[in-house]
C-alpha cells in the first residue's frame, strides 16, 4: 500500500497565513495553458503538499501509468483493454491513432452526405444515448451550439417517455435523422427509446425508418441485426469508455450541428491538454495540481463532496457531466488488486451555476458545517450581446465569491460571522471556443485520472451500474428476489 503518512501530517495552516507568508505563493499555484488560466492559490496546497504528493505520485509509478495509458498497455485491469480516448485526438499508440483517424473520416463523409440529402431534405436530428453516450454530445451542443442554424438537434436519454414526447412535438418525421448511441448496442433505454422513434417515423407515413437511422457503437454487428445499413454505422473503438467517448463518433451530433471545423477544433484541444499533462512536471502539470488538490480534502480535511460552479449559462451543464465523469470514474471501493482500498475515493461532485446557485446553496458554503472545495469556472470575453455590465457583474461575482469564501468576516452576531477559511480554485477561459472546451474537457480527464492512480484504483470500469438494471430487467421479466418494500412498490404501480 502506498503510504500516505507524509500527507496526512500536513500541517493545516489558513488560507490568508498561507498567503502572508509567501509571496510568491500565487505564481506558484497558477498555471497558463491551452487559453485556460488555472488558480489554485486559495487552496491549502503548499510546497510542502506538493512535494508530498509528487514522493506519491513517484511511490504510485504515475509516469510509468501515464506513458502506459498513452501508449496503449491495457490500464484498465479489471475489463483486459487498453484505454485509447487520446488516441481519437491524436495522442496515443500509432495504430490506435490511425484507427481513430480512419473512423473520424467516415463519419465525416456520413455528414457530408447528410448535407448532400443523400437522406432526403433532413432538418431535424434525434440522437438518443444514455449516460456518456448523451452528457458529452449535450455538454458540447449547449456550449457551442446555440448561434448554429445549421440543424435542430435534440439529445434524448430519459425512457420516460415525456422526454420523447416533447421532441416528437417539435419535430417533422420526415425531415428527422435518428442517431442510435449504444457501445454494445444493447442499452435496454437506448434500445427503447430507438424503436418509439422507429414508430413514430413509421405511423406518420415515412417508408424507409431505418434507412434514416446512424448508429454510433463499438458493436456493429448488433447494430446490423437490429436494421441499421452498414454504410450507416459509425464505430468506435472497444478501448473508448462511454463517458470519455465525445471524442469519438458519439460526437457525431455536435460535429453534425457545428460543422466538422470545429469538431475538429474540440480534438486540436484536447491534444493540447494531452501533451501539456504527458509532458510538464508535476508542479506545473494543471491536472496533476488538481488531482493533488482534490486528495488533499478527501483524505487530510475529510470533505466528501467538491462543486464545481460555472460562471457561464454556456456551461451550465458542465456539473452534470463532470458527476458522471469523477464519481463514475473513482466512485470504487476496492484497488487494481481487488483490496479494500482503505481510505475515501472520489468526492461526491455537485455544483450549479453562477449566480444562481449564490441564492440556493452559498449558504452552505460560507457558514454550514460542511467543508466544501469550490470550483469557479468563468470566461473572460462575454457570449452575449447585451450591454458590458452584464457580464462585468457575473465575473466579478465569481471573483468576489472565492474572496469571500477565503477571508470570511467576524461579526457580533455569530449568526452574521462568517468563518473564512474556505477552499476555493479558479479556471478561468480566455473564450469558449471548441478549442478551449476541448482543453478543458481533457484537463479533467487527466485529472480524474491523476486521482485514481495515486489511490490504487482503476478508473475505466464501472460495474457498479450493473447490478440495478439486472434487477430491473428481472422485474420487467415477472421474476427477481425482492425485498418486501421493492415488491409492495411494484404491486402500488400495477407493475406485478
Not at 144 to 168: E, H, P
Not at 185 to 190: H, I, N
Not at 221 to 249: C, H, M, N, Q
Not at 414 to 438: C, F, I, N, V
Request: proline content about 4%; charged content about 25%.
Amino acid at each position: 500500500m502506498a503510504d500516505w503518512s507524509r500527507i496526512e501530517a500536513l500541517p493545516a495552516e489558513r488560507l490568508e497565513t498561507l498567503f502572508a507568508n509567501d509571496s510568491g505563493r500565487l505564481a506558484r499555484l497558477s498555471l497558463d495553458v491551452a487559453g485556460i488560466h488555472f488558480d489554485w492559490s486559495k487552496t491549502h496546497l503548499t510546497p510542502d503538499a506538493v512535494a508530498a504528493f509528487e514522493a506519491l505520485a513517484r511511490e504510485t509509478d504515475l509516469a510509468g501509468r501515464r506513458e502506459a495509458m498513452f501508449g496503449g498497455s491495457h490500464v484498465n485491469v479489471t475489463e483486459d483493454r487498453p484505454v485509447e480516448h487520446t488516441a481519437e485526438r491524436g495522442e496515443g499508440k500509432a495504430e490506435s491513432v490511425s484507427r481513430a483517424a480512419s473512423y473520424h473520416a467516415r463519419m465525416r463523409a456520413v455528414i457530408d452526405a447528410i448535407e448532400a440529402d443523400a437522406f432526403g431534405p433532413i432538418r431535424h436530428v434525434l440522437h438518443v444515448g444514455i449516460g456518456g453516450s448523451a452528457l458529452g454530445p449535450h455538454l458540447l451542443i449547449d456550449a457551442l451550439g446555440r448561434d448554429s442554424d445549421r440543424y435542430d438537434v435534440a439529445i434524448v436519454s430519459n425512457v420516460d417517455g415525456m422526454a420523447l414526447d416533447d421532441v416528437f412535438d417539435r419535430f417533422d418525421p420526415a425531415t428527422t435523422l435518428l442517431v442510435v448511441a449504444s457501445k454494445t448496442f444493447t442499452t435496454t433505454e437506448t434500445m427503447m427509446n430507438a424503436e418509439s422513434v422507429i414508430a413514430w417515423m413509421s405511423g406518420a407515413g415515412v417508408e424507409d425508418p431505418y434507412g434514416r437511422v446512424i448508429a454510433l457503437t463499438a458493436s456493429p454487428e448488433k447494430a446490423i441485426d437490429w436494421g441499421v445499413d452498414e454504410t450507416r454505422i459509425l464505430p468506435f473503438s472497444e478501448g473508448v469508455g462511454g463517458r470519455y467517448s465525445l471524442w469519438s463518433s458519439i460526437g457525431f451530433p455536435a460535429a453534425i450541428k457545428l460543422g466538422w471545423e470545429q469538431f475538429q477544433e474540440l480534438l486540436d484541444g484536447a491534444a493540447e491538454m494531452d501533451r501539456h499533462f504527458r509532458l510538464a512536471a508535476l508542479h506545473e502539470n494543471a491536472p496533476a495540481l488538481a488531482a493533488f488538490a482534490d486528495l488533499y480534502y478527501t483524505q487530510v480535511r475529510h470533505a466528501e463532496t467538491r462543486a464545481p460552479f460555472a460562471y457561464d449559462e454556456r456551461l451550465r451543464l458542465l456539473p452534470s457531466y463532470l458527476q458522471q465523469l469523477e464519481m463514475e470514474s473513482n466512485g470504487k471501493g476496492v484497488t487494481v488488486d481487488g483490496q479494500p482500498v482503505g481510505r475515501p475515493t472520489a468526492a461526491i461532485t455537485w455544483g450549479g451555476v453562477g449566480t444562481d446557485a449564490q441564492h440556493a446553496v452559498f449558504q452552505l458554503l460560507h457558514q454550514g458545517t460542511h467543508l466544501v472545495p469550490v470550483e469557479f469556472l468563468a470566461v473572460i470575453e462575454a457570449g452575449d450581446t447585451l450591454p458590458a455590465e452584464h457580464h462585468r457583474q457575473l465575473l466579478l461575482n465569481a471573483f468576489a465569491q472565492g474572496a469571500a469564501l477565503m477571508k470570511g468576516k467576524q461579526a457580533e452576531d455569530p449568526a452574521r460571522s462568517y468563518p473564512g477559511d474556505r477552499p476555493s480554485s479558479t479556471l478561468l477561459l480566455e473564450r469558449l471556443d471548441a478549442r478551449t472546451l476541448g482543453a478543458l474537457i481533457a484537463f479533467y480527464e487527466h485529472r480524474v485520472f491523476v486521482n485514481g492512480v495515486l489511490l490504487g484504483i482503476n478508473s475505466f470500469d464501472q460495474f457498479g451500474v450493473e447490478l440495478g438494471k439486472e434487477m430491473a430487467k428481472a422485474a420487467a421479466q415477472g421474476g427477481g428476489d425482492f425485498d418486501p418494500s421493492t415488491n409492495d412498490l411494484i404491486a402500488r404501480a400495477g407493475l406485478a
